[in-house]
């Protein structure tokens, strides 16, 4: 998929600039697919003793924290996710995902369609971008997301 293309080049344009002398080591590729998303990552956990982060660029952490607990490095390589689904709110709580950006899909759809009216009744043409601020979701802030009611606990 395209959005996730460039999403992915752009993580690795960038990485270089917040993160002085780190560097990419291997863009895996799941495609949806729990199975493989975590047997790759445990092949690259194998393969890579000093792996220091992850970064998902998808909505499917949950596979490489499980990953993760299976070498024994949950809450020791930081993991770093795209948006917020139920099943990572017990990673969240128990360390395993440091960090997710939430790109709140509910006030983008409200956002998309205030747009849409707007151009309507004004009858001005749509902007050609609109910017929307992402949020960091950590276990400090948790609480505040819809997605974290009715928790359930991480395995230990």
């Known amino acids: 998929m395209d959005v996730h293309r460039r999403r992915t080049q752009s ?12 560097r990419v080591v291997e863009v895996i590729e799941g495609h949806k697919d729990q199975d493989q998303g975590f047997q790759k990552c445990v092949n690259l956990l194998e393969r890579t003793k000093t792996l220091a982060g992850i970064w ?3 909505g499917y952490a949950t596979p490489i924290c499980w990953a993760l607990r299976a ?3 949950a809450g020791n390589v930081t993991l770093v996710a795209t948006h917020l689904h139920r099943d990572m709110i017990p990673y969240i709580e128990n360390g395993s995902i440091h960090a997710s950006i939430y790109q709140d ?13 707007g151009s ?11 910017a929307l601020s992402p949020q960091v979701v950590l276990r400090s802030n948790l609480y505040l997301f819809r997605e974290a009611n009715h928790l359930e606990r991480a395995p230990e």
């Open 120 to 130: 309507v009744v004004s009858s001005k043409p749509l902007p050609s971008t609109y």
């Open 11 to 22: 993580f690795l344009d960038t990485f270089p600039t917040f993160c002085a002398g780190g």
């Open 56 to 58: 998902v660029g998808h």
């Open 105 to 117: 899909p509910y006030a983008h759809g409200q956002t998309a369609v205030r747009l849409l009216v």
């Open 71 to 73: 070498r024994g490095l």
